[in-house]
């Protein structure tokens, strides 16, 4: 078992910037792969970034150029540095992990392990 936690959330001016941190515990993470998610009110859960064992990474198109995934193994951690924060990028984002070789797939995470979450509000 891999236990998922997020912290780094709050509340943010647009064009702020937030680090957003996934710590695990349990088990290494290093055979994992990454990825964060977001969702925001009255919309379906969306695939942000994700990164794989060998330090690959994706990002959905509107992410791309503002924010970095990155991990490390070291230190069990994941992290989502965002940068020019939109309103449109409030929402509640969780990290996940999986061990499927289709790690930048979203869908593949799904019978993976997951935080709880943490809020993201970027004000205007």
């Known amino acids: 078992q891999v236990q998922l936690a997020e912290s780094g959330g709050g509340l943010v001016q647009a064009g702020g910037s937030l680090r957003l941190s996934c710590a695990a515990s349990?088990?290494?993470?290093?055979?994992?792969?990454l990825g964060w998610f977001r969702q925001a009110p009255g919309k379906e859960r969306e695939f942000v970034a994700a990164?794989?064992?060998?330090?690959?990474?994706y990002y959905t198109d509107s992410v791309k150029g503002r924010f970095t995934i990155s991990r490390d193994n070291a230190k069990n951690t994941m992290f989502l540095q965002m940068n020019n924060l939109k309103p449109e990028d409030t929402a509640v984002y969780s990290c996940a992990a999986t061990s499927s070789v289709q790690w930048s797939r979203g869908e593949q995470y799904a019978n993976g392990y997951w935080g709880q979450g943490t809020q993201v509000t970027v004000s205007s």
């Open positions: 349990g088990r290494p993470f290093r055979p994992y792969h």
């Open positions: 990164i794989n064992r060998s330090g690959g990474t």
